[in-house]
């Protein structure tokens, strides 16, 4: 789904601005004209594989590209001969992409997908860059998004586009100019900027809360404890500064900070939650504090891009926004 609001949040398509890339390194043109022609297949050929090879049947790579089913045969030999290489195993009625094939058609899907992103953010943005953005879901959707209208207020030209990302990627086999990262400063082959530390608060319903009379760190033990896979010793390190004991710490388990608190907030439990992202609910009441203990962790957010994107117009006035707006806030 893509939401246009001057920014774009973008789900499994990406971009690059391609005007930005010719500025930047302005032989970037010159070195892909220098790929043989032999091996610059064309789009209906591409296209006619793609489908096929997707959906594994030529009749209905036909039907998806509204051709007949001579015609994407016919493209597809014609790819096939062009790169001199079998693609397919034709058997009976069936095909049946061959190794190299598989291959082949994972690296064309994303091409295709790249070129029309390219060509949905020119549509949408002709004058600007297009910039590219994978954040942690609920730091997305929480803290970045609620923020970014700053940013678009002072640079109206630029696209962002924002997809979720949960762990580490090469930026290299996906086309994402910068990555906000949650941990050790370790991305390999990639800079960084630090962008704040995370404190945790035990928090869970009201309800939950009068159900327990919390009074003491040792009593959350009594209370099922909501856990994150990406901070899964998080509930063995506050019990442990609270001097309480540790061993077997067992509950529901989430992969995000949202899904955490929304399972607090129906009381299912106490989660371990940082405030500065949810701000709202505690002041609505929806979350409290199960008691007033905080817990500093030890890993940090980080704005991290690959080397060759560095001075990316885009990208630059983008770290330089996002930097002094974390530094910003207590």
Not at 19 to 27: A, R, S, V, W, Y
């Amino acid at each position: 789904m893509l939401l246009l609001v001057r920014a774009c949040i973008v789900h499994g398509i990406y971009a690059t601005d391609y005007q930005f890339c010719n500025d930047i390194n302005p032989k970037a043109h010159d070195m892909a004209m220098n790929i043989p022609r032999r091996f610059l297949p064309s789009l209906p050929a591409l296209s006619a594989f793609e489908a096929a090879s997707r959906t594994g049947s030529v009749t209905s790579a036909a039907k998806e590209l509204n051709l007949t089913q001579s015609a994407v045969s016919r493209q597809i030999k014609a790819l096939e001969a062009q790169l001199e290489i079998s693609l397919f195993r034709r058997e009976r009625q069936t095909i049946q992409l061959t190794a190299a094939g598989h291959a082949y058609a994972r690296e064309v899907r994303a091409a295709l997908m790249r070129i029309g992103a390219a060509s949905l953010n020119l549509r949408a943005n002709p004058s600007g860059g297009t910039l590219n953005v994978a954040t942690l879901p609920t730091f997305g959707s929480h803290w970045l998004v609620p923020r970014i209208g700053a940013f678009l207020n002072r640079h109206p030209n630029i696209v962002v586009n924002i997809v979720t990302r949960m762990t580490q990627f090469d930026f290299r086999s996906e086309a994402i100019d910068a990555a906000i990262h949650f941990g050790e400063n370790n991305w390999a082959a990639a800079e960084s900027a630090l962008l704040m530390g995370e404190t945790v608060v035990p928090a869970c319903s009201k309800a939950l809360k009068k159900r327990f009379a919390f009074k003491q760190p040792k009593d959350l033990r009594n209370a099922p404890l909501l856990h994150l896979t990406d901070r899964p010793d998080a509930w063995e390190k506050w019990l442990s500064k609270y001097s309480v004991d540790a061993n077997a710490v067992h509950g529901m388990l989430f992969d995000n900070h949202a899904a955490a608190a929304a399972a607090a907030m129906t009381d299912l439990g106490v989660a371990l939650l940082p405030r500065f992202l949810f701000g709202a609910e505690f002041d609505e009441g929806r979350l409290v504090m199960a008691m007033d203990r905080p817990l500093e962790m030890q890993s940090h957010y980080y704005l991290v891009w690959p080397r060759d994107r560095t001075t990316y117009p885009p990208l630059s006035m983008f770290r330089k926004w996002l930097v002094a707006t974390a530094t910003s806030e207590p």
